[in-house]
């Protein structure tokens, strides 16, 4: 294997994503947050928020000084939903006041006070802004925002944007919300927040399901007109049902599985990564495990059985991350990092060997597909 210059160094470290509540009021179907499109929480995850506490162990006020950019936001969880997020704010405010802040929020939780505060807070940095993910209007929000209540949400932008603070209103462009596009906008052009129109994920082969506890189908969701709902090659499928079984040993299939991708076009290119200038970042899950970005961290704890999409990725991270000590609880992030945990990982770019990074951060990253054609023009 080559050997590559050693990256996510602890004193470069720029960038925090830090998922700092795996609480919510939403049940999005797609959220990995639940089981299989269902409202049933994913078995893997503990529900818990950081405290100030907490946070004030893991993060070191040295650490603290040398980070340009905290993103709350995280995969199983809404950041609003912490019950210390103001008290943490306040803490890394009153320790390095210029830092860069995102938080993304589906909006729907807390009440006036809250938000006022939030806004206050970010009103003095205009670096700092809330990300409101808002996938529709008064009658059609809920339909991927499950359980989020129009007029709350809708309150609580208004609250906040009477602040004077920074928001920005994502929208995830659906087949059901499309028609709204210019309503959307109008709405957050009233609000003084930025609008941008998203392609969500979440069709695996066919329509998007919206299910019940017991798994049936409640409603399907479709893409936006425009966007094709690819299929997933047979063979793929007959593979992941496979791994599925639980009987595979991933030694005996390692090198097949890091070939897939040998002969695709184009590098890899870590996003996490800015060497040129930038520093790089970090993702913490809410459970205290360090992640090379929001990617792993995406995947490391998502419930797949009897899924197929990211299934081979998660078996191939599994075991070339599977002897790392990478738990804020029980290290600190210096002596994680200082370790050089994330080698396995970068020493596989070369060659495409490494699935999740070329699928994320190869020729087509995913975060263009994400806002490719979504019309951000409007
Ligand atoms: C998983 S969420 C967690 C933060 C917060 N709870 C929220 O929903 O904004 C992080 C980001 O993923 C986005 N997201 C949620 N479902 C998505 C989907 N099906 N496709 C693409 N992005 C999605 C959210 O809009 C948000 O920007
Ligand atoms: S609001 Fe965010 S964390 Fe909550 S269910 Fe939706 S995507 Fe998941
Ligand atoms: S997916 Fe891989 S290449 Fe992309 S940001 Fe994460 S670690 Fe870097």
Redesign the pocket.
């Known amino acids: 294997m080559t050997s590559q210059n050693k990256h996510w160094i602890y004193e470069n470290v720029r960038a925090v994503h830090l998922e700092i509540s795996t609480l919510c009021n939403s049940i999005c179907p797609w959220c990995p947050r639940y089981n299989n499109f269902s409202p049933n929480l994913n078995p893997n995850l503990v529900e818990e928020a950081y405290t100030l506490k907490r946070f004030k162990e893991h993060f070191p006020k040295e650490f603290i000084k040398q980070i340009d950019f905290w993103t709350f936001a995280g995969d199983y969880g809404d950041p609003c939903t912490c019950p210390e997020l103001i008290p943490i704010l306040e803490y890394l405010t009153e320790i390095r006041p210029d830092s860069a802040m995102q938080i993304n929020t589906n909006g729907g939780m807390k009440t006036t006070p809250f938000w006022i505060a939030l806004g206050e807070l970010f009103e003095k940095n205009h670096s700092r802004y809330v990300i409101f993910s808002v996938d529709g209007l008064e009658d059609t929000n809920h339909i991927y925002r499950r359980n989020v209540k129009w007029n709350k949400v809708r309150n609580n932008m208004y609250c906040y944007s009477q602040t004077g603070a920074t928001g920005i209103w994502e929208f995830l462009k659906f087949k059901h919300n499309e028609h709204q596009l210019k309503e959307a906008k109008e709405m957050a052009d009233w609000l003084g927040f930025e609008i941008r129109f998203k392609n969500p994920n979440g069709f695996e082969g066919g329509p998007m399901p919206a299910r019940d506890k017991d798994y049936n189908i409640e409603y399907e969701m479709f893409p936006a007109t425009g966007k094709e709902i690819n299929e997933i090659p047979q063979r793929s499928v007959d593979f992941i049902n496979l791994i599925n079984t639980d009987t595979l040993d991933y030694a005996d299939y390692k090198d097949r599985v890091e070939s897939l991708y040998e002969d695709k076009p184009g590098c ?6 800015h060497t040129l200038g930038g520093g790089n970042e970090i993702r913490i899950n809410c459970d205290g495990a360090v992640w ?2 929001s ?2 961290g995406h995947l490391s704890k998502k419930y797949l059985k009897n899924r197929i999409v990211g299934r081979i990725q998660q078996w191939q991270i599994d075991d070339v991350l599977k002897d790392i000590n990478n738990n804020l609880n029980e290290r600190s992030l210096k002596e994680i990092l200082d370790n050089d945990p ?1 080698r396995p ?1 970068y020493e596989r ?1 070369e060659g495409n060997k ?1 699935l ?2 070329y699928d ?2 190869g020729p087509k990253p995913i975060m263009e597909k994400i806002y490719e054609g979504a019309d951000n023009r409007r």
Do not use: G, L, R, S
């Not at 890899?268 to 990564?273: D, K, Q």
């Open positions: 890899i290119t870590c996003a996490a990564n090379p970005c990617f792993f994330f990982v770019w490494i999740e990074c994320v951060c």
